[in-house]
Every structure is written in C-alpha cells, then in structure tokens.
C-alpha cells in the first residue's frame, strides 16, 4: 500500500511541477497547491500505515499509532489553505489592476 501511495505522490509532483512552469496565474496556484497535497501524501506514508491502538494510559494492546504525522498534516493543510487563499487574493487584485493573468505580459515580454 505504501508503494502506491508513494507513486502516487510523485506523480503528483510531476503535475504540479508542470502546472507551476506554465504561463497562467491560476495554473500556478492550483500547482503549488497540489505540490503541497503531494508533500501531505509523502508525510502520511513515512509515518506508517499500521493498524494499531489510541496511545492512552491504562489500555493494553499489541500495538500503538503514532499520531505525530496525522498532527504534522494537519497543522501542514491549514497552512497550504492559507498560502492558497493568500495567492488567490493576490492573483485576483493583479489581474483587476493589470487586466491579464499572463506571467510573461505581466513581466514585459513581448510576443515573437
């Protein structure tokens, strides 16, 4: 299972990757937000996908969880919706002032 997940994360990179070296704005936030999904996915898989038992006082079991990865997830996927409303917000104030969501017009390139 771990394998898949895994191969799944990169090919999430590799369209996030294409997605942030394209000319759109929007292109580029949705692929920094996938880029961050994929970083989730590794994360989860690192830690183990194993069954086992709530780490408390006083119960008896074979096997515990560790639950520091599903934290580090967490805290990681508030942070990337923040990030990504804050690109959101910006994207939308350029292309209100500008007029285009082009990044080579938004940088002075002329077409050839």
Known sequence: METLIIILSGVLVSV?????????L???????AILSHAAHLLIMTMGGL????????????SSYTDALPQALIL???????????????????TYTEVGTDNLHALRGFKDE
């Open 26 to 32: 929007i292109r580029v936030i949705l692929g920094t």
């Open 50 to 61: 194993k069954d086992g038992s709530v780490p408390l006082l006083g119960e008896e079991a």
């Open 16 to 24: 996030a990757t294409y997605l942030i070296l394209s000319r759109s």
């Open 75 to 93: 805290t990681s996927i508030v942070i990337s919706f923040a990030v990504t409303a804050l690109f959101l917000v910006l994207a939308y104030r």
